[in-house]
């Protein structure tokens, strides 16, 4: 019994985080020896590294016909280890299949959910990777609130604006009380969820949604959005904004001191100082954290998101910079943020926004370096990195590799409407510019977006400010300012972009 005893063991690690509710362990009912041997073969293959047979092998003791008296926790683990196997063996397919099966067991754990959920998701399937990530969180709120609250928004953004599937999670996110683990209320999930009650026609329900919002960023896409007109207080206007964000950094400030050892509070204060206009205060409270950690006598890291977030940080402190004059020192922010690496690797994020200040600081040749190593990424991603060749192309004179960058953005611009819009902004084709963007404003899944992008923040120093001269210009236009009151309105705000 010790392998499929071991193999049941490492199964509830591996998937559950180590984190399942201990309980009395049942009398082990006695395998049989040919689907023991089986198991025990699985296991064998698996570490020598051919998952294929590893998976083949669980399959045989599953078919096998002594094991239908195995009890169903048993045959449970051994789906998901198949499943598991299928995955390092590059069969996606076959994982879900048994990914699958273990989760119609009864005594599913949270793991099994997540296997299901990462890779339906893989294979193409994002409802079910949400009801998956649906199912997970009414069953164990606390674990994925702490651990998974990023899958989870994944799985949401990864449906279609319209899919059932998406508006059962959110409903169900609501219901349950989720919140960011660190920060706080879920706005924008929210604001999400009114629209997709709106679009079922359930004003009401709508309403009581709006009605608890405050976070700054979505304020404002509720308030530059006529969708919401007939469901939100009347009296809030954009007076309101500066009161909301200082309740913001407050709130953050004081999470930040209950909980000093995550960056990633800091990251959203930095955030939230930079639309109060609070840039020395941001450019102080990054040098703070910098300043903690080099002085920290631990090797490792001194914060528990410190690789997810720190890079964050410092790229809030970048553009804080940037808007005190201090461009220079503002580089050298942002080359530490892209130094800082996220779970031992390059952090994608931060080379991609310090490859575009270089270009917008004269520097495209060293710019097309720095995405040259960059890796793996999301599609999204690829836009932003195709972007920045993009942009040294031209500042480089380099016509037919502009044209090749424009012709992938163009033929990808489902993944980054608003990276695409922006080079055609860059090359000069400023009305295929307006009529994207006015293509964004009549999708209305792509609306509260492109409304956001065309509000009036408060101004500020930058590193391009004829790049963003011309987007102003855009947006004066009459066909752009026309689709803009037909969906919205562009709002004259009391505050500074948050980033």
Do not use: C
């Amino acid at each position: 019994m010790n392998g499929l005893h071991a193999l049941a063991l490492a199964g509830l690690l591996a998937l559950a985080g180590g984190a399942a509710a201990q309980a009395p362990q049942p009398v082990p009912t006695p395998v049989p020896d040919a689907v023991l041997e089986l198991v025990r073969a699985s296991d064998e293959a698996a570490d020598a590294g051919d998952f294929r047979t590893a998976a083949d092998r669980l399959a045989e003791a599953l078919e096998h016909p002594a094991a239908a008296g195995l009890p169903p926790t048993i045959q449970r683990r051994l789906h998901t280890h198949l499943g598991r196997h299928a995955v390092r063996g590059d069969d996606l397919p076959r994982g879900l299949k048994h990914a699958r099966l273990a989760t119609a067991f009864g005594d599913t754990e949270l793991g099994d959910w997540i296997l299901r959920a990462v890779l339906a998701r893989d294979i193409g399937l994002p409802d079910e990777s949400a009801d998956s990530w649906r199912e997970a969180y009414q069953r164990w709120p606390g674990q994925v609130r702490r651990h998974h609250e990023h899958n989870v928004t994944e799985a949401i953004w990864g449906t279609d604006f319209d899919s059932p599937a998406r508006f059962a999670l959110l409903k169900a996110l609501r219901e349950g009380g989720f919140e960011w683990a660190w920060t706080g209320p879920a706005d924008g999930l929210w604001l999400e969820l009114a629209l997709q009650h709106l679009a079922r026609g359930e004003q009401e329900a709508a309403r009581e949604i709006v009605a608890t919002l405050t976070e700054p960023r979505i304020v404002i896409q509720l308030l530059a959005d006529r969708r919401f007109d007939a469901v939100r207080d009347p009296a809030l206007t954009p007076a309101a904004l500066p009161r909301l964000a200082r309740q913001r950094a407050d709130d953050l400030r004081a999470r930040a001191l209950l909980d000093a050892n995550v960056v990633g509070i800091q990251a959203e204060y930095a955030s939230a100082l930079l639309m109060l206009g609070e840039h020395e205060d941001v450019v102080a409270l990054a040098e703070q954290v910098a300043t903690a950690i080099a002085d920290s006598p631990f090797k490792g890291d001194i914060y528990i998101d410190q690789q997810e977030q720190l890079s964050w940080l410092y790229d809030r402190a970048g553009e804080a910079l940037v808007r005190l004059g201090r461009k220079d020192e503002a580089i050298a922010m942002y080359r530490r943020a892209a130094g800082t690496k996220e779970q031992g690797a390059a952090n994608v994020s931060q080379v991609l926004n310090l490859a575009h200040h270089l270009v917008s600081a004269g520097q495209p040749r060293e710019a097309l370096e720095l995405v040259a190593s960059v890796g793996n990424m999301s599609p999204f991603g690829r836009m932003v990195l195709v972007s920045v060749q993009h942009r040294a192309a031209l500042a480089l004179g380099d016509g037919p590799a502009a044209d090749s960058a424009l012709a992938y953005l163009e033929r990808n611009r489902g993944d980054g409407e608003g990276v695409y819009t922006q080079a055609l902004l860059d090359r000069g084709q400023d009305d295929a510019a307006a009529a994207a963007l006015i293509a964004s404003l009549e999708k209305p899944e792509e609306r509260l977006g492109a409304l956001y992008s065309v509000q009036r923040f408060l101004e500020s120093a930058s590193l391009d400010p004829d790049r963003d001269a011309r987007h102003r210009a855009m947006i004066a236009r009459e066909d752009v300012q026309a689709a803009i009151n037909r969906h919205g309105r562009a709002l004259d705000l009391p505050l500074y972009e948050p980033w």
